[in-house]
């Protein structure tokens, strides 16, 4: 019913891994193959293209759906339909960046300060136009195909880059003076596709299990069981999504606890539901939370 179209490049690994856990793996026939199938009724077929190209083929409905990021949605300008942001990286959760950067001991301290005619350097030359001309400030704008950040001074004055953790920056002795956008990875679709009611039927339920999965990360499920006399001091111990499921047990004055709680806060939780008088503790892997 879909044709899907996901990214090549930095997110390809990232983006297979979720969709597999999602249970709507993908397969090829070649690590460097760029058409896919997805063993599912909704997903018709598969293509594997550069995200900087993603958002002008879905607006164009050569795709019914795809993932890219927000910047490149930005820089083309294309018409399409934000379903959900799917907050998943390179290197983190955090949304990636793009930034004004100057050198780290250049008087400039704002994008004001810099002179008319201003030359920059950047992968994105539309945002990056709108963006000075949003300022009034003439800018010199030269596309960059890679190394942005090795080009100042000696051949621009500041660089529009994307940055995660502004680490590569310093490392050139850069130094951001604005951010012209904040940009997560996004489930795009075409206005026409989305606009029929099967497809759209089908890409939200697509989206359900993306965004489950995320959810679902880093989270486990914890099931006790608790003395009646003890139950009150268990439950102020647990973390909660909302709050914990408390069943009696069958012929017993005890109760059974469920929630679900951080990955992270399992090696000191568990010790201390014990020491307050929980038993048969079961920390249980979640594959998807849907809300």
């Known amino acids: 019913m879909l044709k899907l179209v996901v990214p090549k490049g930095s997110l390809e690994k990232l983006t297979f891994e979720l969709f597999e856990a999602a249970d709507l793996g993908i397969s090829r026939s070649s690590s460097v193959g760029y058409r896919a199938t997805v063993d599912d ?8 293209l550069r995200p900087q190209e993603i958002p002008r083929y879905v607006a164009e409905g050569l795709f019914d759906i795809g993932i890219t990021g927000r910047d490149w949605i930005e820089e083309t300008a294309s018409d399409v339909t934000s379903l959900c942001e799917l907050q998943y990286s390179k290197v983190s959760s955090r949304p990636v960046q793009i930034v004004v950067a100057v050198l780290a001991d250049s008087p400039v301290q704002s994008v004001e300060d810099l002179p008319q005619g201003v030359r920059v350097s950047s992968e994105y030359p539309e945002l990056t136009r709108r963006f000075f001309e949003k300022r009034g400030i003439s800018a010199d704008i030269r596309l960059s195909y890679g190394a942005t950040e090795a080009k ?24 951001v003076i604005d951010t012209i956008l904040v940009s997560h990875t996004e489930l795009i679709a075409n206005p026409l596709s989305y606009a029929d009611d099967d497809k759209q039927r089908a890409m939200h339920q697509i989206r359900t299990l993306l965004q489950g999965t995320l959810e679902a990360r880093g989270k486990v499920l914890v099931k006790l069981n608790v003395g009646e006399g003890d139950l009150d001091a268990v439950i102020r111990l647990l973390p909660s999504m909302k709050s914990p499921t408390v069943s009696q047990l069958h012929g017993q004055s005890g109760f059974a606890v469920e929630t679900v709680v951080p990955k992270a806060e399992i090696n000191t939780l568990i010790p201390a539901l014990e020491e307050h008088g929980a038993s048969d503790i079961i920390e249980l892997p979640i594959s998807k939370i849907v809300r």
Not at 152 to 175: H, K, Q
């Open 41 to 48: 009724p909704r997903i018709d077929e598969v293509r594997i």
């Open 152 to 175: 100042v001074p000696d051949i621009v004055d500041c660089i529009v880059d994307l940055t995660e953790t502004g680490r590569a920056l310093r490392a050139a002795g850069l130094r």
